[in-house]
């Protein structure tokens, strides 16, 4: 079964602290995983996507497959980094997954 | 670019009443979907669909209906509201055709039912 796992559900830090964002995923097959953000007032839109291997606003995630983690990490902590981040996990042609969601403050 | 588009955004229903959640994309992607959001249970899956005429179940699929008839819509039905089901519902659609492409959000619905 195709499950993600996010074990914050908020997380505060301090501006230009390092923030990392967990992410578990369990999946028997080979997993596609992204981060999505949602912005106060606003949509959910794809932060970044582990198969691009890209830094997006500063943001980096690495898909470890030994650990089945996919934790999205920034060295320097900005205050518009203040979101909702969901991980999520593509595992099949036919549904895409999300965690419940982990609650980013970042503290001026 | 119109993207997701969904309607209302607002909306409150009395229990047992039923509505439909409408979701319309003009970005010609085979795949759509319906999620709810929740508090501490992110977005769970309702139900999705692969193209035109053929549609399956989520997460949790009790007490929704959807169709595709068109590419470009997948209307949600809630057939009789239930206190239960007061949540932001988001649709999403997709181009599927590899699994690690992009979801598109519409706006978001929040309904609630009293």
């Known amino acids: 079964a195709q499950r993600v796992t996010q074990p914050e559900k908020l997380l505060s830090v301090f501006k230009g602290a390092p923030v990392e964002l967990k992410c578990n995923y369990s999946?028997?097959?080979?997993?596609?995983l992204f981060w999505y953000v949602q912005y106060s007032r606003q949509r959910l839109q794809l932060l970044l996507r582990h198969i691009s291997r890209e830094s997006i606003k500063g943001f980096t995630a690495d898909l470890n497959k030994g650990e089945t983690s996919f934790h999205l990490k920034k060295p320097f902590a900005q205050e518009e980094d203040s979101a909702m981040y969901y991980c999520?996990?593509?595992?099949?042609?036919?549904?895409?997954?999300f965690g419940p969601g982990t609650s980013l403050s970042v503290i001026p | 670019n119109a993207g997701v588009t969904q309607t209302p955004k607002f909306q409150v229903l009395k229990t047992g009443q039923s509505m439909t959640l409408q979701c319309a994309q003009d970005?010609?992607?085979?795949?759509m979907s319906w999620y709810r959001q929740d508090p501490g249970m992110g977005l769970r899956l309702i139900h999705y669909?692969?193209?035109?005429?053929?549609?399956d179940q989520g997460e949790v699929p009790n007490g929704y209906n959807v169709s595709r008839s068109t590419t470009e819509d997948f209307p949600l039905r809630l057939l009789s509201a239930a206190p239960s089901q007061t949540s932001v519902y988001f649709c999403?659609?997709?181009?599927?055709?590899?699994?690690?492409?992009?979801?598109?959000f519409g706006q978001g619905t929040r309904l609630t039912v009293v």
């Open positions: 970005m010609n992607h085979e795949y």
């Open positions: 669909s692969v193209g035109a005429g053929i549609t």
């Open positions: 999403a659609s997709s181009t599927g055709r590899q699994k690690n492409t992009e979801a598109f």
């Open positions: 999520a996990l593509g595992g099949s042609y036919d549904k895409v997954i």
């Open positions: 999946y028997s097959g080979s997993p596609e």
